[in-house]
């Protein structure tokens, strides 16, 4: 509250107060005089680090990831013993992870493709029509092909075929569309 002359309409202190009772109030708008308070033995401030300092372990643990990272993924398998020699050399045998895509298949025998659930493995095979209609000979188009899809009851072709969905290799994928457009298909399961 500023300073002012006028005088305060509150109440003082000493209106307030009970009979008997003085308290040592100072008067409306004087402020005592007192010297500026200072702290003694208060809390030792601890040292800053240097800041190189907090840089030291961040640079530490950035050149230990990139070595690790260089060096590719470290082995838990100690190739001590013949078992142990066995498992790593399994290991680095296993080929690639193919792609697989899902290739619609029209297959001849209707019946045939009821037998099938999704899941089943199955081996195409193509058997070249002849321009006398005599078959020839058979050929392996696609094996332990997964079954990604099989048609609803009712879903087939007036001449007996009904279309099934492989998941199969690209590749393979590109052989079973050449197949079925100058051959009979036909599905073995596995």
Do not use: W
């Not at 193919?98 to 195409?124: C, F, K, N, Q, Y």
Request: hydrophobic share 40%.
């Amino acid at each position: 509250m500023p300073f002012n002359s006028r005088p305060s309409t509150t109440p003082s202190a000493t209106s307030i107060a009970p009979a008997g009772y003085l308290p040592h109030v100072p008067a409306p708008g004087t402020v005592p005089q007192f010297p500026p308070v200072r702290v003694r033995g208060g809390r030792r401030r601890l040292p800053r680090t240097p800041r190189r300092g907090r840089r030291t372990p961040a640079a530490i643990l950035a050149t230990a990831a990139a070595a690790l990272a260089a060096t590719g993924t470290v082995s838990t398998v100690s190739a001590e013993s013949p078992a142990d020699r066995a498992a790593l050399a399994r290991e680095k045998r296993k080929p690639p992870a193919v792609r697989l895509v899902s290739a619609p298949v029209r297959i001849a025998d209707a019946a045939t493709v009821r037998l099938l659930r999704p899941g089943d493995r199955v081996d195409v095979i193509a058997a070249a029509n002849s321009p006398t209609g005599e078959e020839t000979d058979a050929r392996v188009i696609a094996t332990s092909a997964r079954v990604a899809g099989v048609p609803r009851a009712g879903e087939t072709r007036p001449d007996g075929g009904a279309l099934v969905v492989l998941s199969v290799p690209r590749s393979t994928a590109t052989a079973l569309a050449g197949a079925s457009a100058t051959s009979r298909l036909a599905v073995t399961l596995c």
